[in-house]
T-cell receptor, first 115, second 114 residues
């Protein structure tokens, strides 16, 4: 059974810092990996989708990398801003057809960027 | 593009009543939608997979008679919490998968049963 772990569980940084959020998964046979952002009491907003054949994706100040062989992904946030404060979730798509298209989520990293 | 609309965003109901939550794909067709439940400060737990024109597939431990799912069209899935009790209070989120775009989530529904 796939397990997804995110470290740290919570992170507080001053504005302007670059930071890295970590995600690890136990079964490397994944289809895709997706990073989401969740604001309190809200749904999930997709940030980046990395297909299994890709190593990284970039969007603005965000960069996500994927190393399937080691079961790891990182989300890099450059020049953090208070508006980046949210919970960040990573999720993997299983590679087996029997459970295709069902995400397994990590428990999230709660980020607070202090002004 | 690829928007999933979920309604209502908040609902308060009395214990014993039923509540219906709607999930619509606005600009794409979704033969499959997913319903999740999220407890405070916890990650999302998949409840069931909603299949257009057929029965939903429920995850282990999820009561199908308690959480009724109907996926009558390619753009609408509904989750009905029947005979709600306070322990059903939670945050419910639906999602769908526009082709090749990854999962898209609704904005969630905060259910409070009093």
């Amino acid at each position: 059974k796939q397990e997804v772990t995110q470290i740290p569980a919570a992170l507080s940084v001053p504005e302007g810092e670059n930071l890295v959020l970590n995600c690890s998964f136990t079964d490397s046979a994944i289809y895709n990996l997706q990073w989401f952002r969740q604001d309190p009491g809200k749904g999930l907003t997709s940030l980046l989708l990395i297909q299994s054949s890709q190593r990284e994706q970039t969007s603005g100040r965000l960069n996500a990398s994927l190393d399937k062989s080691s079961g790891r992904s990182t989300l890099y946030i450059a020049a953090s801003q208070p508006g980046d404060s949210a919970t960040y979730l990573c999720a993997v798509y299983p590679g087996s057809s029997g459970s295709a298209r069902q995400l397994t989520f990590g428990s999230g990293t709660q980020l607070t960027v202090l002004p | 593009g690829a928007v999933v609309s979920q309604h209502p965003s908040r609902v308060i109901c009395k214990s014993g009543t039923s509540v219906k939550i709607e999930c619509r794909s606005l600009d794409f067709q979704a033969t499959t939608m997913f319903w999740y439940r999220q407890f405070p400060k916890k990650s999302l737990m998949l409840m069931a997979t909603s299949n257009e024109g057929s029965k939903a597939t429920y995850e282990q431990g999820v009561e199908k008679d308690k959480f009724l799912i109907n996926h009558a069209s390619l753009t609408l899935s509904t989750l009905t919490v029947t005979s709600a009790h306070p322990e059903d209070s939670s945050f419910y989120i639906c999602s769908a998968v526009p082709q090749a775009r990854g999962y898209t989530f609704g904005s969630g529904t905060r259910l409070t049963v009093v």
